[in-house]
């Protein structure tokens, strides 16, 4: 617990977004003396600076850390609400957050689809993915 007070979090860049009601910012962190600091540590300060009651509606992505180390800087998203959240992050950040599940599919499956998709060509390759209508050559 003593490395949660050994980082300074700045946010600059605030801006209320009410179309997809979320606060978004560029977060700043400094900390001398550690390599990073994790994405739950930081998903913590920030609500507690913006006291946001859920963690889950905060989300942080895009951390490059400076040369020289001791300082990173991200993007920071707080949404209004879980139900705001689901809706308008990308899958991959949800499912990195715990609030949607990667579909495993099989190997051979993509492969399949993979196929089928080579013969057809434009705006159907979508449905490609479905099964291929007794369309033989």
Do not use: W
Request: proline share 2%; aromatic share 8%.
């Amino acid at each position: 617990m003593a490395d949660l007070k050994n980082c300074t979090v700045r946010t600059r860049k605030f801006m209320t977004n009410r179309l997809l009601s979320r606060k978004q910012f560029v977060v700043d962190v400094l900390h001398p003396g550690r390599p990073n600091v994790s994405k739950a540590e930081l998903k913590e300060k920030l609500a507690k600076l913006y006291e946001v009651r859920d963690v889950q509606t905060v989300f942080v992505f895009g951390f490059r850390t400076q040369f020289g180390g001791g300082k990173s800087t991200g993007f920071g998203l707080i949404y209004d609400n879980l139900e705001a959240a689901k809706k308008y992050e990308p899958k991959y950040r949800l499912i990195r957050n715990g609030l949607a599940t990667k579909v495993e599919k099989s190997r051979k499956q993509m492969k399949e689809r993979k196929n089928r998709a080579k013969k057809i060509r434009g705006v159907k390759k979508t449905k490609a993915g479905d099964v291929a209508k007794g369309k033989k050559k």
